[in-house]
């Protein structure tokens, strides 16, 4: 009877040594920091980035009793769902650019040479260094430095150039708005990743479109001067420039004829 107490409680200690927690996981420690460094940079983009495969890789081999196991199998779920969302948004906005390319006039985007259009922005004195928040600046970089605080939204087709892109907004809340100041109530036009235009922010996607005039970018205040040159460049483009939203009418179309009952 003794010896099968003895056994009985051998097996109740060895069952218990298998339960017991390890440390901290050398393989969740190395997944946590890549994911943290391509996050901070890309944001939602990250879960499209190769290397995201590393992280998903070193999540998988953590050894199911460490510590940080259940940690490892929430990011490894968070990682599934970004890249299904990723998924989901990338196809909507390809969608979104074929509508808006077939639309009245749209010119075909392999005929338009977009770096020429915004380099006909600049002055022809270099004169003082490019504002980094001007036109022909990276989002990236800006994004970079801001942690984030341009948000993508809808594409544009700019009507007369027929330039297309996506519409950045200034992300809510008061860290960003202290950071990026000059971009409270504007809409960023990007093109093929860099500022294109700024203007006063359109009526929201969805609603009816509204023209809008171009204004002369400016980073956060205080302003610096601008040289005479690009004053009269900018006074030159500042015509009425309207933006079509696809799935609404064509500003400045026509409306068809109504059939008579």
């Known amino acids: 009877m003794n010896r099968r107490a003895a056994i009985c409680l051998l097996v109740i200690l060895a069952a218990a040594g298998c339960r017991r927690r390890s440390g901290p996981d050398a393989h969740y420690q190395e997944a946590s920091r890549i994911y943290q460094q391509l996050y901070a940079s890309e944001l939602d ?4 980035d190769p290397r995201i495969e590393a992280v998903i890789a070193e999540l998988k081999i953590v050894e199911p009793n460490s510590m940080d196991a259940e940690a490892a199998a929430s990011l490894l779920g968070t990682i599934q769902r970004g890249k299904e969302a990723l998924a989901t948004d990338r196809a909507r906005r390809e969608k979104m650019a ?25 002055p022809a004195d270099a ?3 490019r504002d980094p928040y001007g036109t022909g600046a990276l989002v990236a970089e800006i994004n970079t430095s801001t942690g984030g605080c341009l948000a993508d939204g809808e594409p544009f087709v700019e009507q007369g150039t027929n330039v297309t892109g996506i519409v950045y907004r200034l992300a809510p809340g008061a860290a960003c708005a202290s950071k ?3 971009f409270a109530g504007q809409a960023v036009l990007v093109a093929n990743g860099r500022m294109y235009r700024r203007i006063p922010d359109p009526s929201p996607p969805g609603g009816a479109p509204q023209a809008a005039s171009a204004v002369p970018d400016a980073g956060p205040p205080p302003a610096r001067p601008r040289p005479a040159a690009q004053a009269a460049a900018e006074s ?19 409306p068809p004829a109504q059939q008579p009952q």
Do not use: F
Not at 45 to 48: N, V
Not at 109 to 116: E, H, L, R
Not at 247 to 254: I, K, M
């Open 127 to 129: 004169g003082p260094p």
């Open 180 to 182: 990026l100041p000059g």
């Open 45 to 48: 983009d990250a879960y499209g």
């Open 236 to 254: 030159a483009d500042a015509g009425e420039v309207r933006y079509y939203y696809p799935g609404q009418p064509v500003p400045g179309a026509t």
């Open 98 to 122: 074929a509508a808006a390319a077939q639309a009245p006039g749209a010119t075909p985007i392999g005929s338009i040479d977009i770096a020429k259009i915004i380099a006909a922005g600049q």
